[in-house]
């Protein structure tokens, strides 16, 4: 079964830092993985995205992440966080392999990243 | 990208009654939504899967006859809770899966109060 785990329940950073959120994932075979955004009572806004290619993947907002097939990781990075990236973030992984095959998302329990001024 | 709107965005209703909540997909016709349920800082929960025309798939453990799915077009489902409980109070949330794209676009979300 696919699974996502986001190890951390929190991370907190100074503004101006940089930060690093981690997900690791379990599948079979090559994985479409994603990070999300949620904003306090608002739906999810899409980051980014690995499907092929290379294996660093820059995304919306300053933020980027890296694929690493070995360690079966895509952390999310950014070179310099700031206030109002403050948030709850989520990795998924998209279920392409069910019998179904649905395309549905498989989600890390979430990570919220507090920034600090 | 596409635009998923998710109405209403909060609704409060009395113990009983029925409540519908509708996404739509404003530029674009979407092969499959989803439904989701979240908990006060919790991952989101599939609920069920949609296909334009057919049977929402629920997932396990997710109650058929009082999650009420219909996806009449390809831009448009509605998810049902019906005779709503306290315990039914949650943040509900689409997304909706274009044919040409490999990422979800997801609705506002919206916040059920039972009372």
């Known amino acids: 079964a696919q699974s996502v785990a986001q190890p951390e329940d929190q991370v907190n950073v100074a503004e101006g830092n940089p930060l690093t959120v981690k997900c690791t994932y379990s599948?079979?075979?090559?994985?479409?993985l994603f990070w999300y955004v949620q904003y306090p009572n608002r739906g999810l806004q899409f980051l980014l995205k690995?499907?092929?290619?290379?294996?660093l993947v820059k995304g919306s907002y300053g933020f980027e992440a890296e694929f690493n097939k070995s360690q079966t990781s895509f952390h999310l990075k950014k070179p310099s966080a700031l206030v109002s990236d403050s948030a709850l973030y989520f990795c998924?992984?998209?279920?392409?392999?069910?019998?179904?095959?649905?395309?549905?998302?498989?989600f890390g329990q979430g990570t919220t990243l507090q920034v600090k001024p | 990208g596409a635009v998923v709107s998710q109405h209403p965005s909060w609704v409060i209703c009395k113990s009983g009654t029925s409540v519908k909540i509708e996404c739509r997909s404003l530029?674009?016709?979407?092969?499959?939504m989803f439904w989701y349920r979240q908990f006060p800082k919790q991952s989101l929960m599939l609920m069920a899967t949609?296909?334009?025309?057919?049977?929402?798939?629920?997932e396990q453990g997710v109650e058929k006859d009082k999650f009420l799915i219909n996806h009449a077009s390809l831009t448009l489902s509605t998810l049902t809770v019906t005779s709503a409980h306290p315990e039914d109070s949650s943040f509900y949330i689409c997304?909706?899966?274009?044919?040409?794209?490999?990422?979800?676009?997801f609705g506002q979300g919206t916040r059920l109060t039972v009372v």
């Open positions: 599948v079979s075979g090559n994985p479409y």
């Open positions: 998924a992984v998209r279920d392409i392999y069910g019998s179904s095959n649905t395309g549905k998302l498989i």
């Open positions: 949609s296909n334009e025309g057919s049977k929402a798939t629920y």
């Open positions: 690995y499907i092929t290619g290379d294996n």
């Open positions: 530029d674009f016709q979407a092969t499959t």
């Open positions: 997304s909706a899966l274009l044919v040409s794209e490999t990422e979800a676009f």
